[in-house]
């Protein structure tokens, strides 16, 4: 170890966001003052002091840190002086090591001011380390209850809102972006793509969110980019619930209070507050938007602008191919002309009948059963919602909505005994420290009540996926028979409609009855599925 007057002293002191709260007691003033202090009575040579301002004592990645190890590593420092084992760090494995192994192998001795290096020193780190995750504990529990009343958290506001000046947790509208916004859920709406709709904000020269922002601050944009708008940006934009009122936050996180690298979290852990400021988007316009993902939905333009409609949706049912849309021209004996557009499966447009049968059906045709059969569901709806609601639930999960009131029973009754064996379990080694039971007695009766908690814990995991599934089933049910009672006197048919309801068309094989072609069509909804196999109707097209 260095003689008394060799020491070549570095002064390490740190302070936190939340050391802060603290008070001047742990302040950088007052550490480097009581230290400074303390090497001038000692008489040893101050040859730095190394500053960490703002900084989590969780993990070792801190500038001035590193500048110290650096300096430890050439010898320009031989004693490291701290006020206390928490300036250092709060992670008893690092602050372990560097004091028991690193130092010692490079010569230098740790001093703290206000503790003795000793046997106890690991314990002190892990107290300090536990302090660190308990801190976190809060800091996050905090962040969550904030969340949850509906307080926007996030850094930047959504592109079509800002922050309200009187409350900088709450989103108001933005007049200059917002009807920007709205024209994106419209251009989608419409079955533009996400790159299409980019380039036509491009083209008439829209600048894109993160421009508009430092554009806002008078400030210049310091990330390398291009500028401009891109499918990634719209596709975001879209998926965004913000834009009907709600904030879904929660949705990143740190790995853990001794990583802060940021980390995706799972769906069921994002925190949702609905209604907590003005929508932007109508609720029917963002269900078309929403149904559309997923789906490949490019409607063909012929030359006079009209669109073959049921493009990307019709679906051959004996190969699975997509449905290829014609346009028949011609001339009738009278002169005048004609325009009809046919669908047949692009398995056999591709290679011909050894790949599949034609499946041909006509447009008109088929414009006419999809309209009747929403029609036609639509006020089987209207008359009589719950029981087609629990009709759908039962054919979705072969289990009607009392099944759902049962397994909230059992489930509840499971908990209720996994805690009772819980404290059974606990007073068994209270017994056995007591000597008040034998130890073979003991272990009998701790692997049998173990044994019936992980049957328990299973069977509560079993059942709240059930319910969780049920409850979404449930939803998507009532979503779905919401929707359906805005078109019970539907008359025509538009994409929107069609995306908004319709997921697929399946179509089958033409059969000749007498001199007319009939094909069984299968209209599979959004939310549902195929309502047909409840017994409410048929799909049946004449196609010539």
């Not at 200059?176 to 980019?198: C, D, N, V």
Request: hydrophobic share 35%; with cysteine; net charge positive.
């Amino acid at each position: 170890m260095a003689k008394l007057m060799d020491k070549h002293v570095g002064i390490y002191v740190r302070l936190s966001n939340e050391d802060m709260r603290a008070g001047e007691s742990v302040s950088i003033e007052n550490q480097k003052l009581m230290l400074t202090k303390h090497v001038k009575e000692m008489g040893w040579e101050l040859k730095e002091i190394y500053v960490d301002d703002g900084f989590s004592g969780t993990n070792q990645n801190r500038p001035a840190f590193q500048r110290m190890m650096a300096d430890v590593k050439q010898g320009y420092i031989n004693t490291i002086l701290i006020k206390d084992l928490s300036r250092l760090g709060r992670n008893y494995l690092e602050v372990g090591n560097l004091a028991e192994v690193f130092l010692p192998q490079h010569g230098c001795e740790l001093i703290s001011l206000n503790e003795k290096l000793d046997d106890m020193m690991v314990f002190r780190n892990w107290f300090n380390e536990q302090h660190s995750k308990q801190t976190g504990k809060k800091v996050k529990a905090a962040k969550k209850v904030c969340a949850e009343s509906g307080k926007f958290l996030g850094t930047y506001a959504p592109y079509g809102y800002k922050r309200d000046p009187q409350n900088r947790h709450k989103l108001v509208v933005d007049e200059s972006t917002a009807p920007i916004l709205r024209s994106i859920f419209e251009m989608r709406a419409s079955g533009m793509g996400y790159r299409a709709i980019a380039i036509k904000l491009n083209e008439d020269g829209i600048t894109p969110p993160r421009e508009t922002y430092y554009q806002n601050k008078n400030r210049k944009n310091p990330t390398v980019s291009n500028r401009l708008w891109n499918d990634s940006t719209i596709k975001v934009i879209l998926k965004n619930e913000v834009y009907i009122g709600n904030l879904v936050q929660g949705k990143v996180g740190t790995v853990s209070y001794k990583d802060n690298r940021l980390v995706n979290k799972p769906k069921d852990e994002w925190i949702r507050a609905e209604a907590t400021h003005e929508a932007l988007i109508e609720q029917e316009l963002w269900e078309t938007v929403q149904s559309l993902a997923g789906k490949r939905y490019k409607p063909r333009h012929a030359k006079d602008g009209k669109t073959s409609l049921f493009v990307g949706i019709l679906l051959c049912a004996d190969c699975n191919f997509k449905m290829k849309a014609n346009v028949e021209r011609g001339k009738r004996k009278d002169g005048s002309e004609y325009k009809y557009v046919n669908y047949i499966c692009g398995n056999y447009a591709r290679s011909g009948k050894a790949a599949c049968t034609c499946h041909g059906i006509y447009e008109n045709a088929l414009c006419e059963l999809v309209v009747d059969h929403i029609r036609t569901h639509a006020r089987l709806v209207e008359r009589n919602e719950d029981n087609i609601i629990e009709a759908v639930l039962s054919a979705q999960t072969n289990e009607t909505m009392s099944y759902r009131a049962a397994y909230q029973s059992e489930l509840e009754a499971h908990k209720k005994q996994i805690a009772k064996l819980d404290l059974l379990i606990e007073n068994l080694y209270t017994d056995k420290v007591t000597g008040e039971i034998p130890t073979d007695m003991f272990k009998r009766l701790v692997e049998k009540h173990e044994q019936d908690r992980v049957d328990r814990l299973q069977a509560v995991e079993t059942l709240e996926q059930r319910i969780k599934n049920m409850k979404q089933n449930t939803d998507n049910a009532g979503a779905w028979a919401k929707l359906m009672k805005r078109y019970t006197d539907l008359e025509s048919l538009d994409a929107e409609t069609l995306l908004l309801l319709i997921d697929k068309i399946v179509v089958g094989e033409t059969q000749r009855i007498g001199n007319k072609k009939i094909c069984d069509i299968q209209v599979v909804y959004n939310y549902v599925g195929d309502v047909d196999r409840l017994g409410l109707g048929t799909g049946t097209a004449v196609t010539a």
